[in-house]
């Protein structure tokens, strides 16, 4: 059973720092490009970053590149979107995602909420 759960979310001043988390289990995850999404109010989920198995290629949205980091450890299965220089328009909620056999698998989202 794919099970995706993110954390790290909660509320930041801008410009301030959050590091999000996504435990990852049921799937191989060492051979599976892991992703980053959001999801703003009243809008449809884009996708923020992208990591390949390896590590080696990873893709940013064009909002948040140069601000945000996506990386993984295979080892503890888990993959992490540190984000830096955050913004009032990164407030969103932001959802861990594997695309396995055409099929998509989501955790539950971490609320970020950028506000002075």
């Known amino acids: 059973q794919v099970q995706l759960v993110e954390s790290g979310g909660g509320l930041v001043q801008p410009g301030g720092s959050l590091r999000l988390s996504c435990a990852a289990s049921?799937?191989?995850?060492?051979?599976?490009?892991m992703r980053w999404y959001r999801q703003h109010p009243g809008e449809e989920r884009e996708l923020v970053a992208r990591i390949t198995r390896t590590g080696i290629v990873a893709n940013y949205a064009d909002s948040v590149r140069g601000r945000f980091a996506i990386s993984r450890d295979n080892a503890q299965n888990t993959v992490y979107l540190q984000m830096n220089s955050l913004k009032p328009e990164d407030t969103a909620v932001y959802y861990c995602?594997?695309?396995?056999?055409?099929?998509?698998?989501w955790g539950p989202g971490t609320q970020v909420t950028v506000s002075s």
């Open positions: 995602n594997v695309q396995l056999s055409l099929n998509n698998y």
């Open positions: 049921g799937f191989a995850f060492s051979t599976s490009t």
